[in-house]
């Protein structure tokens, strides 16, 4: 049970089409980013419970993975799941989290444990009406202006263990297989998005008539344009690629956080470059280019930042420094 991957991806290549990016995101986290664990990992009764309402639009997931203190360094979370009876009593909060004060569930990562911390976490399916949990606020953002996003404090909160997804103590490593599904489905979100920037900056700069010839017709212009387009190409090329491997059934955590980087890098790249020659109109809110600089901002830091794609990708190339 659950969504077929490579169907996900290309309904996520297909929402590029849409202008809002705030529905994309909504309809990412719902399918691709709070749900692989639990079709993965969980029970049959929480798969009927949360996942079937889930996939049918019934209900909104959300992921509760970050913290104020713990967004990089998810192994630094500080929201605990203390076992008392047949219940988890949860205290803590999150941050940064996606539908966060709409959903009506949350896949929620804590400590179950005092252990080692990659060994003492566990995902747990939340019911987001239970006693004890106050959505903080809804922040306002630069951009993604149309996907709320939430923080969200727990104060002994109290869920039925069976709410548990898959074994006490493997929430890390479930948390690590969903992010490649998240990282992959953010990448193909943005190749859309990208080609319709690059294709109105031509049809704008072709009608756009500076010094007497039309903008595209200068060659930094109409050649910038041309790179960034395969550019954009490769990543699509990558992106099928990981994606095709994964469906096989192999562990793509390198290839994902690639494609994750350089779609982080190519967004802000083609953006910014198709920004520049709208000249001032460039610069309003009356047309999508600008949108879109604000938006796709959020590629090189949501679902692990560059950064975090370059320490995990050196992991993988055995070229990090061990502690
Ligand atoms: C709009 C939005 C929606 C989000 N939705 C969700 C959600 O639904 N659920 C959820 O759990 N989280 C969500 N997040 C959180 C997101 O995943 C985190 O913001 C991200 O992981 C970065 O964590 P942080 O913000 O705490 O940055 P920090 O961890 O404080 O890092 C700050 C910066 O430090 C740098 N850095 C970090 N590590 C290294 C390193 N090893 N080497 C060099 N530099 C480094 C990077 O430049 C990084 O951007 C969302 C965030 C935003 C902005």
Redesign the pocket.
């Known amino acids: 049970m659950g969504l077929d991957f490579s169907y996900n991806i290309a309904v996520a290549e297909e929402l590029g089409n849409i202008r809002c990016g705030g529905i994309p995101m909504a309809i990412g986290?719902q399918a691709g980013?709070a749900t692989p664990a639990l079709t993965r990992f969980g029970s049959d009764e929480l798969k009927k419970q949360f996942l079937v309402p889930t996939i049918a639009g019934d209900f909104v997931a959300?992921?509760?993975?970050?913290e104020t203190g713990?967004?990089?360094?998810v192994a630094n979370i500080k929201t605990t799941a203390v076992r008392k009876g047949n219940e988890y009593v949860i205290n803590g909060g999150?941050m940064?989290?996606?539908s966060g004060s709409q959903a009506d569930w949350m896949c929620l990562l804590a400590n179950t444990s005092e252990g080692p911390p990659h060994q003492n976490k566990s995902l747990i399916c939340l019911p987001m009406n239970l006693p004890g949990i106050h959505v903080a606020k809804k922040i306002d953002?630069l951009g993604?202006r149309s996907?709320d996003?939430a923080q969200i404090f727990f104060e002994d909160v109290r869920v039925p263990c069976k709410n548990l997804i898959g074994e006490e103590g493997n929430g890390f490593t479930y948390q690590m297989l969903q992010f490649q599904e998240e990282r992959l489905w953010g990448v193909a979100s943005a190749l859309i998005p990208l080609e319709t920037i690059i294709q109105e900056t031509i049809d704008y700069t072709r009608q756009r008539k500076v010094f007497g010839r039309p903008v595209l017709h200068n060659q930094t212009v109409h050649f910038r344009l041309a790179e960034l387009a395969a550019e954009v190409e490769l990543l699509r090329s990558l992106l099928h690629r990981a994606v095709a491997l994964y469906v096989e059934g192999n562990d793509v955590t390198k290839f994902a956080s690639m494609a994750k980087l350089k779609a982080g890098r190519l967004t802000r790249e083609v953006t910014d470059s198709c920004l520049q020659f709208w000249g001032g109109m460039g610069f309003t809110n009356e047309v999508l280019v600008s949108r879109l600089y604000r938006d796709l901002r959020?590629v090189s830091?949501?679902?692990?930042?560059?950064?975090?794609m370059l320490?995990i990708i050196c992991k993988y190339m055995d070229i990090l420094p061990r502690k």
Do not use: P
């Not at 713990?70 to 360094?73: E, F, I, P, W, Y």
């Open positions: 986290v980013m959300c992921l509760g993975i970050s713990a967004g990089s360094d999150k940064w989290i996606t953002k993604m996907s996003t959020l830091i949501g679902g692990g930042s560059d950064e975090t320490s």
